[in-house]
């Protein structure tokens, strides 16, 4: 089974890539094989529609074919004024259903403010599902996140690392669920 996880945040010390990478660590000890694509190391052009995708840098080429092969993704993203981040955003552009569709999606928001990611979450939500893919219900909002984590990357707050690591576990065991539906079918 191989997961695709991105981070949409470019800053190098981003709490969503802290984040993205305890549901990923979750996801390997549960049996997967996940693919962090950093945005970070491999930045995507900005979308822009045209009508020859061959004209594309390899970035995006390599992006699109790790999309397409996953079983299942795992999406993070800090809130930016209400909403998820540009570099994320831009980068699902160059997605389609052809990518995502049937496919499970875990979902991981981080802000600033201790009201914490409701509507990246929500924004996210809007588009795995207009992408024709399965966001699974318990995606996690981590508050305050200057300061929820630990340096070694673990959350101080107990019940919200279990919540992440649970959400790795979930992701990986309802793409079994679902693979073994459509082998049954």
């Given at each position: 089974?191989?997961?695709?996880?991105v981070?949409?945040s470019?800053?190098?010390?981003?709490?969503?890539?802290?984040?993205?990478?305890?549901?990923?660590?979750?996801?390997?000890?549960?049996?997967?094989?996940?693919?962090?694509?950093?945005?970070?190391?491999?930045?995507?052009?900005?979308?822009?529609?045209?009508?020859?995708?061959?004209?594309?840098?390899?970035?995006?080429?390599?992006?699109?074919?790790?999309?397409?092969?996953?079983?299942?993704?795992?999406?993070?993203?800090?809130?930016?004024?209400?909403?998820?981040?540009?570099?994320?955003?831009?980068?699902?552009?160059?997605?389609?259903?052809r990518?995502?569709?049937?496919?499970?999606?875990?979902?991981?928001?981080?802000?600033?403010?201790?009201?914490?990611?409701?509507n990246?979450?929500?924004?996210?939500?809007i588009?795995?599902?207009?992408?024709?893919?399965?966001?699974?219900?318990?995606?996690?909002?981590?508050?305050?996140?200057?300061?929820?984590?630990?340096?070694?990357?673990t959350?101080?707050?107990?019940?919200?690392?279990?919540?992440?690591?649970?959400?790795?576990?979930?992701?990986?065991?309802?793409?079994?669920?679902?693979?073994?539906?459509?082998?049954?079918?």
């Open positions: 089974m191989n997961i695709v996880a981070a949409g470019l800053n190098e010390k981003s709490t969503t890539h802290q984040a993205v990478g305890v549901i990923a660590q979750s996801a390997q000890q549960a049996g997967a094989e996940v693919e962090i694509f950093d945005l970070r190391k491999e930045p995507l052009p900005i979308y822009d529609g045209r009508s020859d995708d061959s004209t594309y840098p390899a970035t995006v080429h390599r992006f699109k074919e790790l999309m397409l092969k996953a079983d299942g993704f795992i999406l993070g993203s800090p809130e930016y004024h209400g909403s998820i981040s540009g570099v994320l955003k831009n980068a699902l552009d160059f997605i389609s259903a990518e995502f569709e049937g496919k499970v999606v875990a979902l991981v928001g981080t802000a600033g403010g201790a009201m914490g990611a409701t990246t979450l929500n924004t996210m939500n588009i795995c599902r207009n992408l024709h893919a399965w966001p699974i219900p318990s995606m996690v909002s981590v508050p305050s996140s200057y300061m929820a984590f630990h340096p070694d990357g959350l101080k707050d107990e019940k919200l690392q279990l919540r992440l690591q649970s959400l790795g576990e979930n992701l990986v065991s309802t793409i079994r669920l679902l693979n073994a539906e459509l082998r049954t079918k």
